[in-house]
Each structure stands twice: as structure tokens, then as C-alpha cells.
């Protein structure tokens, strides 16, 4: 799941940055670390304070429209980071819900044996149920006391590594026998679940905690709500059930307390047709700053149960092609 | 090949329990051959052999942790960890070195494997909650053997037989009998 030699598996860098370069418009700078937005006086951004991480150096490089995507908690902080005296309390922040609504998905795994395959020979597996999908299907549940739904990603975990070994009891002789007798039978069920976005879920910066390139931390302000831990709750009850209908056996859980976020955080930037409670409208271009868009998971208002990367894709495609067109309009 | 079948008890027993998720992706450093370790100390190094080797043995059916090279593994992971694990481990190692000498009179290398197996019997006893040193310690030191082991050649190929990750030249898709229509 994390990536292929051979490209054949949609990645960013496999992907997308080779058609950016064959514009003859893209420029490439790593291992560059974003302190700040800086902005002109009419309040718009003018540069961007960049430090080297192999030098320490800091420099500014200015643009015409910027376009963040360092992911929600990343993005949040360097809006909260860049402080002016046009926008003392951060960028694009005159509604206070940069950094808000932090949420993402609550997740519960489940791990088991299908005892029919338990002690078999292994075979080659892999790919044949590696990231099989169940999805939403309590939508009819008359007696659902929560707001939300939740899917499984079955077995997205290959054949390579025992993942059981992690959760047995023991050591020695019987323990390797055991991690191999159950190998061939693996099965996990993992599933993600809807968390409300909160206003007091919340990513903060500390200016008096800085990290090694002496930049302000983020800080994350996190609680489930009783709506989270009731889906959370029901999923682990779903998913027992069907483990309990294929005769998956001896099943233990991962994740004893919800957990957060799978890696699927979104909403410190929401988008919002209001300016007041908004921090971008419905293109991920700043109510407050016209030439400064967001373009990951933190424009997300809501999230269902779903998987964030297609919707961030076709935003973000969406962003493009609005900042296109303004620019051929010369509105930007 | 024949697998022998541990019997269920043993194996719900085994099973029972939980702990936190934290997926470790493989890693591959498994450093071949003896060089010179890169933190830890000669006496530390055969320490760690006889331990991991001690949780993952070699059996009639692979070989153990030794031979796989995880008390390298363990090393190097360690060397370029913070201060805080190196310490972690460095203690660790002493508390179990403590526990042995007060058990059979001799550091954990030079005791037999029945003592051996005795004294990681004790400090395993409370894996669901580990109170002392070495029982907290034991547990990062199963989980990194593991990690070690498999993913080593030895542990997914001999071990586990894992097929997977190969070209598949044609699919002759399933081979059971039942399954198969009439042409």
C-alpha cells in the first residue's frame, strides 16, 4: 500500500509532479521548511519565509498566488504563524476558525483467524483480499442513537508480516509455532467512523515552544464526543458480528480506546460561503486574503466515513481551474 | 510439509489480550555478518543474542533470531534513535542482567536455558501490565524482535513461506475440483 517501483500506483511523486514538470512551468525546491506567509499593505501575500534545512538559511520567495498544502495541522499553524499587523491573529483568521473544527476519523481494528485456513500452506495471497472495502451500511438502522456512519477495509495489511505476533501472549518455541500456524489465516477488520467537527477541536500554535528551525509548535486540543464514541462503539459491535458469521476466531481488538485520525485529518480551514464563521469560500480561496488558497483536507466542513484523498483531489483540481481562469480574467 | 497443530488452549491463551495499534512498517536493516555493533557494547551485544534468540528460537522448521541477524537490527535501530530509547534499552538490559545474577549467580548469557526461559517467564508474567523495569522492558524488546525477525529473509521466507510479491505469469484461477465448470 505505500508506494510501487514501478509507478504503476497513483502516488504524488509518481503521478502528479512528472505532468507538473512537463509544463516547463514547475520548479522543484525540497528541503524547504515554511515559516511564514508574509503580506503586502492592501493584504495580500507577497512571500513566503522559507528556512533550508541543510543550511539554516532563510529566504523569501515571492509569488503571484500562493496555494498551502501542508496537510490540517500543518496548514493551520502556518496560518496561525504568520502574524501581521494587518492579521494580528493570524492569516486569513478574522472569522477565529483557522486551526477550529479539527477532526478526521475514529478507528477500530480487529484482528482474527478464519480457523479453516489456520496451519495451512501458505500461498500467494497477496492482492487477492488485500483491501477488500465494506461500505456505510447502517443508513436503514432504525435504532441508531448517533449521527453518522462507518466502513471496513478488510485485510489492508499484506501477507509479509505476521501483524498477530504484535497482540500474542509469550515468547519462545510454542509463540513462533503459533505466529506461523495462524500466518495463512490472517484476517483484519478495520474500521473508520465519523467524528463531528467540533470548534473546540482545535490545532493552536505556542510561540514560546519552538521546534529546531526555532519555528512555533503546534499544539492539538483534541476530545471525542459522546456522538464519536457511540459510532465507535457500534462499529466494534458490527464488525464482531460478521467476524463472528465467517467463523473468524479468537479475535482481538487494537484499539481498546477510539483513536484518531488514520492519518485522515481534515477542517482547521474550513470553506464556508460566510466570511464570519468561513475561513475559505467554496474555490479554497481565502475569504480575507484574495490571492491565498488552501488546497488539502483542512477546507473539509464536514467528513463522512470515507476516505479524504479523491475528494482533496478533485478540490484541489477544482482550485486549479478556478485560479486559471481568474487569471486570464486578471481578477487575481 | 506438515505443520504441527498447537493445540487450541494454548493458542486462545495466547491470543488473549490486547494492546494500542501502532502499525511498524518493515524495515530492512538487517546488518549482515559480525561487524562491530554501533551503540551498544560487546557484553551487551551477547546479551541481546541470548534474549532474542531466547523469544524466537531456531526450531526443526527455520532458524532463530540469531541467525536472522536481529540483535544487529536491534542495534542499529537503537544507534539512531533519541536519547530517550537508548536509554530506555541501555537500562533495560541492566535490569535483566540484575535479575539474572540474583537468579542463577551469573549474567543472562551464562546462565542455562532452563534459567534462561525461567527468568523471561517471570519478567512476561504481566504483559497485559507491566509494573517493573524488566517487564516494561520486555515488552519493547519482544516487539522489536519480532519486528527484527520478520523482516528478515529468514523470517518471511523460511519461516513464513511467504509467496507473495512475485510475477504472476498466467492466472489459472481456482484449482479446486468442485469449482472447476465442465468445458
Known amino acids: 500500500m505505500e508506494g510501487c517501483d514501478m509507478g504503476a500506483i497513483f502516488t504524488v511523486p509518481n503521478s502528479m ?63 496561525l504563524n504568520s502574524r501581521s499587523a494587518l492579521y494580528p491573529t493570524g492569516l486569513a483568521n478574522s472569522s477565529d476558525a483557522v486551526g477550529r473544527y479539527l477532526h478526521g476519523h475514529v478507528t477500530a481494528g480487529i484482528v482474527g483467524y478464519l480457523e479453516d485456513l489456520a496451519g495451512t500452506r501458505p500461498v500467494n495471497n497477496d492482492g487477492a483480499t488485500d483491501h477488500s472495502y465494506i461500505p456505510r451500511f447502517n443508513m436503514d438502522d432504525k435504532k441508531r442513537h448517533y449521527a453518522g ?142 490571492n491565498l488558497f488552501v488546497v488539502d483536507g ?9 476516505n479524504p484523498t479523491l475528494t482533496i483531489m478533485a478540490l484541489a483540481t477544482r482550485t486549479a481551474r478556478y485560479i486559471s481562469e481568474q487569471m486570464r480574467k486578471s481578477e487575481i | 510439509m506438515k505443520l504441527d497443530e498447537p493445540n487450541r488452549r494454548t493458542t486462545l491463551k495466547a491470543l488473549a489480550g490486547s494492546a494500542s495499534f501502532i502499525l511498524i512498517r518493515p524495515s530492512f536493516l538487517h546488518a549482515a555478518g559480525a561487524s562491530a555493533p554501533k551503540f551498544f557494547s560487546a557484553q551487551e551485544m551477547n546479551l541481546l543474542s541470548a534474549l532474542t534468540e531466547a523469544i524466537l528460537p531456531a526450531d526443526e522448521h527455520s532458524p532463530g533470531a540469531l541467525a536472522a541477524g536481529v540483535p544487529a537490527y536491534i542495534d542499529t535501530i537503537v544507534s539512531e534513535s533519541g536519547e530517550d530509547l537508548k536509554q530506555s534499552w541501555s537500562q533495560g538490559l541492566e535490569a535483566i542482567e540484575a535479575l539474572s545474577k540474583a537468579a542463577c549467580g551469573a549474567p543472562f548469557a551464562g546462565c542455562t536455558p532452563v534459567q534462561q526461559i525461567e527468568i523471561l517467564e517471570k519478567i512476561a508474567a504481566n504483559e497485559d501490565r507491566p509494573v517493573t523495569r524488566a517487564e516494561q522492558f520486555f515488552l519493547e524488546l519482544k516487539r522489536a524482535t519480532i519486528d527484527g525477525y520478520y523482516t528478515s529473509a529468514i523470517g518471511i521466507h523460511q519461516d513464513l513461506e511467504y509467496q507473495g510479491n512475485q510475477m504472476v505469469h498466467d492466472f489459472k484461477g481456482c484449482q479446486h475440483e468442485e469449482h472447476s465448470r465442465a468445458e
Not at chain 1, 512571500?47 to 500562493?66: C, D, K, L, Y
Not at chain 1, 509469550?170 to 467524528?195: E, H, I, N, T
Not at chain 1, 483542512?298 to 470515507?306: A, D, N, Q
Open chain 1, 149 to 290: 456512519g462507518f466502513h471496513f477495509q478488510v485485510q489492508d495489511a499484506s501477507f509479509m508480516f505476521p501483524h498477530h505476533a504484535h497482540y500474542m501472549k509469550g515468547f519462545g518455541r510454542s509463540f513462533k509455532q503459533q505466529v506461523r500456524y495462524l500466518q495463512p489465516a490472517m484476517l483484519w477488520m478495520d474500521g473508520f467512523a465519523k467524528v463531528l467537527a467540533r470548534p473546540e477541536n482545535r490545532v493552536t500554535v505556542d510561540p514560546d515552544r519552538k521546534d529546531a528551525y526555532g519555528i512555533p509548535i503546534p499544539v492539538v486540543h483534541f476530545r471525542f464526543s459522546d456522538n464519536d464514541r457511540a459510532i465507535w462503539n457500534d462499529m466494534k459491535i458490527k464488525a464482531q458480528g460478521i467476524l463472528d458469521k465467517a467463523k473468524v476466531r479468537a479475535l482481538f481488538d487494537t484499539s481498546p480506546e477510539p483513536e484518531g485520525f488514520a492519518s485522515h485529518e481534515v477542517g482547521t480551514v474550513r470553506m464556508g460561503n460566510d466570511p464570519r464563521t468561513s475561513v475559505l469560500n467554496k474555490f479554497c480561496q481565502a475569504h480575507d486574503v484574495p
Open chain 1, 298 to 306: 483542512s477546507c473539509f466542513v464536514t467528513f463522512p466515513e470515507k
Open chain 1, 17 to 79: 509532479l512528472p505532468r507538473a514538470r512537463r509544463t516547463g512551468n514547475f520548479t522543484l525546491l525540497s528541503g524547504r521548511i515554511a515559516r511564514e506567509l508574509k503580506v503586502n499593505q492592501e493584504g495580500r501575500v507577497r512571500a513566503v519565509s522559507v528556512i533550508n534545512a541543510e543550511t539554516r538559511q532563510e529566504q523569501e520567495i515571492r509569488a503571484r498566488i500562493f496555494a498551502v498544502c501542508c496537510a490540517t495541522v500543518e496548514s493551520a499553524r502556518l496560518l
